[in-house]
């Protein structure tokens, strides 16, 4: 298991979105912000799909992916600073879902949906 450097990849990820932002005068575009998480998103959407269609899983191939998903988490640092949400915000929020997270057991609380695939909290009353 690799080591996480201090201080962690996302706050210099925060950091350099926020300088990105400030020497380019973009951080006030509410629709330009939107409109490139679509397009990130996009781009994360088709390598996912090449990489299913090749059959790959992990390895040297996998890279862009992962330099796709950067990509995306920077439009989305810049999306949530310019609403004002601040990293510890941010952080505090990635904290909650981890949690959240944590506490769904299959069969008990949570279930997949077999129509989406998505984990989904089990109503009440259901067995």
């Known amino acids: 298991?690799?080591?996480?450097?201090n201080p962690h990849p996302f706050d210099n990820?925060?950091?350099?979105?926020?300088?990105?932002?400030?020497?380019?005068?973009?951080a006030q575009n509410t629709h330009a912000a939107i409109s490139i998480v679509a397009e990130?998103?996009?781009?994360?959407?088709?390598?996912?799909?090449?990489?299913k269609r090749l059959?790959?899983?992990?390895?040297?191939e996998s890279t862009k992916l992962?330099?796709?998903t950067a990509?995306?988490?920077?439009?989305?640092?810049g999306l949530c600073d310019l609403y004002g949400i601040s990293y510890d915000q941010l952080?505090?929020?990635?904290?909650?879902?981890?949690d959240k997270n944590d506490a769904k057991i299959p069969g008990e609380t949570h279930e997949i949906n077999p129509m989406t695939g998505k984990v989904q909290r089990i109503e009440k009353g259901q067995s």
Do not use: C
Not at 1 to 5: A, D, F, G, R, V
Not at 55 to 60: E, L, R, S, V, W
Not at 71 to 77: A, P
């Open 13 to 26: 990820l925060y950091r350099s979105t926020r300088q990105l932002h400030a020497r380019f005068g973009t």
């Open 1 to 5: 298991m690799n080591k996480i450097p």
């Open 55 to 60: 059959g790959i899983k992990g390895g040297f």
């Open 91 to 98: 952080l505090e929020g990635m904290i909650n879902v981890a």
């Open 71 to 77: 990509d995306l988490i920077v439009t989305l640092f």
């Open 40 to 51: 990130e998103w996009t781009e994360v959407q088709i390598e996912a799909y090449r990489l």
């Open 66 to 68: 992962a330099h796709e």
